[in-house]
Nanobody, 115 residues
């Protein structure tokens, strides 16, 4: 059985920082692409960042130079470090393994950027 656990998130003022964590049991992150998505209220889910099997990392233009995706294979965990947060970053953030189905995504964690 595959199970993802996400942590982090919360309320932060504009310009602040937050760190999100994601771990999984029942599946190894090694050998798969891993992504962070987000979905704001009333908007479509969008890709935030993705690390490919070869180690290359893609960032959406809106978060480039502010967010950092990392992965620790020894802990089967992934992280999203978010700096200089903006109100527009408010959303539910999901980590998962794209292309494998809904079971391979975390439950989501709320990030709210507000003064």
């Amino acid at each position: 059985q595959v199970r993802f656990v996400q942590s982090g998130g919360g309320l932060v003022q504009p310009g602040g920082s937050l760190n999100l964590s994601c771990s999984a049991s029942g599946v190894s992150f090694s050998g798969y692409n891993l992504a962070w998505h987000r979905q704001a209220t009333g908007k479509q889910r969008e890709l935030v960042a993705q690390i490919y099997r070869d180690g290359k990392i893609y960032y959406a233009e809106s978060v480039k130079d502010r967010f950092t995706l990392s992965k620790d294979s020894s802990k089967n965990s992934a992280y999203l470090e978010m700096k200089s947060l903006q109100v527009e970053d408010t959303a539910v953030y999901y980590c998962g393994l794209p292309g494998l189905g809904d079971d391979y995504w975390g439950q989501g964690t709320q990030v709210t950027v507000s003064s």
